[in-house]
């Protein structure tokens, strides 16, 4: 086990991100960062289990770090999502809520990175799950170009409007930068009771 500067405890940490091809380089980029720097403070990976695209590079990364990372994807996207065989642990499941519930039981923090639909639903899961008390883990959006401006500006709207709950929107973090990313995955969830 190793550490979080914060805690000191390794993270398991399910990163969502992009599993398309042809997105801009630096998507990949950031996403090999965040694996290397998973690995350097000792934490673990928990991912689709695709070898495609961001979360090709993050598994890739992470692993070449020294990070055990553990891998859930469907049966029937074995070969569209290229499964990462290489994966510490590669968990076949069937269907997509399964592999949504198995990367959930085995993370200990979420971590949102740019994507796309898939992104968006897995992470809205994890976030709604989180606001109504379902779990106690943090949820972390790392955003560093803005790739989720108009979604955020949409939802804070939202929440102007009053059809999102100001707990909702505090208990999502917002960040641009992978260490603060990472550091939030290791800050422990404010639990207590809402004052609203
Ligand atoms: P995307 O953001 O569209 O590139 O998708 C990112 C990842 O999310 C891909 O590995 C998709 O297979 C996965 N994904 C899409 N929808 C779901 C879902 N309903 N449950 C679990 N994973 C999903």
Redesign the pocket.
Known sequence: MGGSALTGRSVAVCV?????EGIAPHYLELAAEVGRQIASRRWELVS?G?RAAM?GAIGAAARAGGARSTGVIPRA?VDL?WADHDSDELLLVDT?RE??ALMEAHADAFLALP?????C??FFEVWTAGYLRMHAKPVVLLDPDGHYTGLLDWVRGLGERGFVRPEALARLVVVTDVAAALDACASPVDMSPSQS
Do not use: D, P, V, W
């Open positions: 969502y991100c992009a599993s398309i689709g695709g979360m996207l999502e997509m592999r949504k994507g796309g639909i898939g992104t639903e897995e």
